[in-house]
T-cell receptor
Framework: NAGVTQTPKFRILKIGQSMTLQCAQD?????MYWYRQDPGMGLKLIYY???????DKGEVPNGYNVSRSTTEDFPLRLELAAPSQTSVYFC???????????FGEGSRLTVL | AQSVTQPDIHITVSEGASLELRCNYS??????LFWYVQSPGQGLQLLLK??????LVQGIKGFEAEFKRSQSSFNLRKPSVHWSDAAEYFC????????????FGKGTTLSVSS
């Protein structure tokens, strides 16, 4: 049972490039989330999804897009990367309104 | 707006000593409260949660937390700290609107001295 799997673990982008962070979970969880973590700032919610085909914005959605075509996958798309998007990104899932999130190991992104 | 405040950025505790990490929240209704732990280079792991009922909740690794509505607090405690407890600790409140999400505090880094 792999849990929540994120790829890649590390990536360096140039300003203006685009990329997709992949997230997959094998626990059949309906709810999935993308957070970013910056030093001393805790975690900020970017987007979340309550099921396939349903997504909604969190606290800091600007510069990102998501899709949820299947229960298992929740990719995060960065368009026109900016230095402000340098961060560690965490994908998480939960079975419902429990608040018990299962996190991936994170993807460290640097934009230069 | 909902928010979580962790007043202590960094705490150092001697191994074997007791620990208390503070957390205050702002939320209009009865909150769902959580403590998560993050070891270096890892994702977050749930330590414990409070939904309702007994205000003292037990978690994994010997941690406990007490919900105090009058003080809007949910402090994390451990009677005797081990060196392996060194990590970053996050308090969070569950926000249930159209979907569900957690609002996290900024975290407290725990160092354990020998």
């Amino acid at each position: 049972n792999a849990g929540v799997t994120q790829t890649p673990k590390f990536r360096i982008l140039k300003i203006g490039q685009s990329m997709t962070l992949q997230c997959a979970q094998d626990m059949n969880h309906n709810y999935m989330y993308w957070y970013r973590q910056d030093p001393g700032m805790g975690l900020k919610l970017i987007y979340y999804s309550v099921g396939a085909g349903i997504t909604d914005k969190g606290e800091v959605p600007n510069g990102y897009n998501v899709s949820r075509s299947t229960t298992e996958d929740f990719p995060l798309r960065l368009e026109l990367a900016a230095p402000s998007q340098t961060s560690v990104y965490f994908c998480a899932s939960s079975v419902g309104h429990t608040g018990e999130l299962f996190f991936g190991e994170g993807s460290r992104l640097t934009v230069l | 707006a909902q928010s979580v405040t962790q007043p202590d950025i960094h705490i150092t505790v001697s191994e074997g000593a007791s620990l208390e990490l503070r957390c205050n929240y702002s939320y209009g209704a009865t909150p769902y409260l959580f403590w998560y732990v993050q070891s270096p280079g890892q994702g977050l792991q749930l330590l414990l949660k409070y939904f309702s009922g007994d205000t003292l909740v037990q978690g994994i690794k010997g941690f406990e937390a007490e919900f105090k509505r009058s003080q809007s607090s949910f402090n994390l405690r451990k009677p005797s700290v081990h060196w392996s407890d060194a990590a970053e600790y996050f308090c969070a409140v569950g926000v249930y609107q159209a979907g569900t999400a957690l609002i996290f505090g900024k975290g407290t880094t725990l160092s354990v001295s020998s």
